[in-house]
């Protein structure tokens, strides 16, 4: 299965969501965990719209995780 890099910052309620949604609807998905506040340019790339999913290079979400299109993009690979 893909994995999914999920860019996310400590004490951050949305990421913390966005984590469990994940793991309750695709628990076999590899999560790659970024916080994008040890990287300037990730703040810069990111810092008010975290948390941001992306499967490769294809961005899947941000703030709210969407189930059915992650779903999709995965049938798809």
Known sequence: MPKITLYTRSECHLCD?????IMRHFPD???EEVDVDT??????LY????PVGYL???KVF???????????????L
């Open 17 to 21: 969501e966005a984590k469990t949604a």
């Open 29 to 31: 998905l590899a999560v």
């Open 39 to 44: 990287n300037p340019e990730l703040v810069r």
């Open 47 to 50: 810092g008010e719209e975290v």
């Open 56 to 58: 490769g290079k294809t």
């Open 62 to 76: 941000k703030y709210h995780l969407d189930v059915e299109r992650l779903r999709r993009l995965l049938d798809e």
